[in-house]
Structures are given as C-alpha cells and as structure tokens.
C-alpha cells in the first residue's frame, strides 16, 4: 500500500469512527435528527447506511465489498433497532433495517460504477 492510499485508510476510518459515533447518538437520543417530509426518517437510515458502505468499504481496502463487510453493518442497523427496542421514547422498526439493508446493496449496485474513477481504481487488493 503505497502512501496516499495509507492516509486515504486512515482518514476513511477516522471518518467512520465519527459517523457510527453520530449516527449511534442520533439513534439513541429523544429528538434525534428528523426531515420534514413523508418517510423522513427513512431517507436518513438510507443515507446513513450508503455512506456507512463506502466508508467501511475505503476503511479496509485489503477486502472487496464482500459478505464481511456487508454483514457487519447489517449487523449494526439490527443493533441500533435492538437498542432503540428498549428506549421508551423509541422503537424499532423492521422497515428501518429493511431501508438500511437498501442503502447497503445501493452502495454495492455503484461500485462497478465507480471502479471507473481514479480514487477507486486499484485501490482494493485481491
């Protein structure tokens, strides 16, 4: 791993620790972060988790996007439902980890997509 794909793993997982940090925050807290728009909180678990992928994903580039990785943040949306499960002022909801679940397989319906630019290209060892 040359240096700037060093520092692109490093910054990935900083970056990572402060989003699972945030979204762990937001889906603990009473009034957690909302749109104003039908299913708002929908399009929050799908964005949350798009990004979720491609930081997990530039986070460990030893590894294509493979079951591993997948499973891991499937793994973390159930928690985050199990979590709330036990937050009166929550609930969990299988349309949330079934929206997470979307947002992953988006992720990985880009990636061929994106292997044609430069910061993708190369980047993951076989």
Do not use: C
């Not at 979307?102 to 061929?112: C, M, N």
């Amino acid at each position: 791993m040359n240096a700037k794909e060093q520092k692109l793993m490093v910054v990935s997982r900083l970056m990572l620790a402060v989003t699972i940090a945030i979204i762990s925050w937001q889906a603990t807290i009473r009034n957690g972060a909302a749109l104003p728009v039908e299913n708002g909180d929908k399009i929050l678990h799908f964005f949350a988790f798009v990004a979720l992928a491609l930081l997990v994903d530039f986070s460990f580039p030893l590894t294509r996007f493979l079951p591993i990785k997948i499973i891991t943040l499937i793994l973390y949306g159930l928690a985050i439902e199990v979590v709330q499960s036990f937050l009166p002022y929550r609930s969990a909801s299988a349309a949330d980890l079934l929206t997470d679940i979307v947002g992953i397989g988006t992720y990985a319906s880009f990636i061929p997509m994106l292997n044609r630019l430069q910061v993708y290209r190369g980047y993951w060892k076989t």
